[in-house]
């Protein structure tokens, strides 16, 4: 298929998925005039990586993990091939993670306790 079918069946602009290739995260054949062809598995690879750049990992991250990732449950990356440079990207990640449910954890908390103290009865805004 060619880059606009892709396009159109991942909801992803063709910019983005030229920046995917620049970023050698997609990788499509080229026709005899050029043109990019990307086979059938394109669209499940685009929406993994969009998956993963919308949980917050880098291109970098997603170049060093793609070929391992058998679907959005799984990671197959056997432990000989993961690089201390990939670990560290990773652990980062984690921790970064972590950093932003804390956070959000403590901002439900100040929330729910403010609800609760203008709305005793509840402690959950009135609904109309």
């Given at each position: 298929?060619?880059?606009?079918?892709?396009?159109?069946?991942?909801?992803?602009?063709?910019?983005?998925?030229?920046?995917?290739?620049?970023?050698?995260?997609?990788?499509?054949?080229?026709?005899?005039?050029?043109?990019?062809?990307?086979?059938?598995?394109a669209v499940?690879?685009?929406?993994?990586?969009?998956?993963?750049?919308?949980?917050?990992?880098?291109?970098?991250?997603?170049?060093?993990?793609?070929?391992?990732?058998?679907?959005?449950?799984?990671?197959?990356?056997?432990?000989?091939?993961?690089?201390?440079?990939?670990?560290?990207?990773?652990?980062?990640?984690?921790?970064?993670?972590?950093?932003?449910?804390?956070?959000?954890?403590?901002?439900?908390?100040?929330?729910?306790?403010?609800?609760?103290?203008?709305?005793?009865?509840?402690?959950?805004?009135?609904?109309?």
């Amino acid at each position: 298929m060619k880059i606009g079918e892709l396009s159109r069946r991942t909801g992803v602009p063709t910019r983005l998925l030229r920046y995917y290739e620049e970023q050698d995260l997609l990788h499509p054949a080229r026709t005899g005039n050029g043109y990019r062809a990307y086979d059938e598995a394109a669209v499940r690879d685009v929406q993994q990586i969009r998956g993963l750049l919308d949980s917050g990992l880098t291109t970098e991250m997603i170049r060093a993990i793609l070929p391992y990732l058998s679907g959005p449950e799984e990671i197959l990356l056997p432990p000989e091939h993961l690089t201390p440079q990939t670990a560290a990207l990773l652990s980062a990640h984690i921790d970064r993670i972590q950093a932003r449910i804390d956070c959000l954890a403590c901002n439900r908390d100040r929330l729910s306790a403010y609800l609760a103290a203008v709305r005793p009865d509840t402690g959950r805004p009135q609904t109309s």
